[in-house]
């Protein structure tokens, strides 16, 4: 008989970067991965129950994988079309950067 130890009974997870390249990045955060569950549904359920913070950048990644070593075991994710197409409120706000404001300057609130 085969030994199965390649199918392991450990919980599988999802690792996501919100900011940095994944392929020389530590993953910014980790959930767990339900099999037979769509990876977008549980990134939205994530992001629903406020795991993923407050504040999302426009594109994340994500991989069965916390350090890959191919592009091709990454997926990136269009934050704002998962908030539209799960029906997750939110509000879009825009940072611009070097838009004639010196580095120390703070725009008011």
């Known amino acids: ?3 199965d130890s390649s199918t392991s009974t450990t919980a599988e997870t999802l690792y ?8 020389g990045a530590e993953p ?4 767990p991965d339900t099999p037979g569950v769509n990876d977008l549904d549980q990134i939205a359920d994530a992001i629903r129950e406020g795991r993923l ?5 426009v594109t994340l990644a994500f991989s069965s994988n916390p350090r890959p070593t191919s592009p091709r075991s990454i997926r ?5 079309k ?5 029906h997750i409120r939110h509000r879009r ?5 070097g838009a004639g404001q010196d580095e120390g300057d703070s725009a008011p609130v």
Do not use: C, F, K, T
């Open 28 to 31: 910014d955060i980790a959930i």
């Open 1 to 3: 008989m085969a030994d």
């Open 16 to 23: 996501i970067w919100l900011e940095g390249d994944p392929m």
């Open 76 to 80: 990136s994710l269009d934050v704002a």
């Open 93 to 97: 706000r825009y940072e611009v950067i």
């Open 82 to 86: 998962l908030l539209r197409d799960r």
């Open 53 to 57: 913070g407050r504040y999302l950048p």
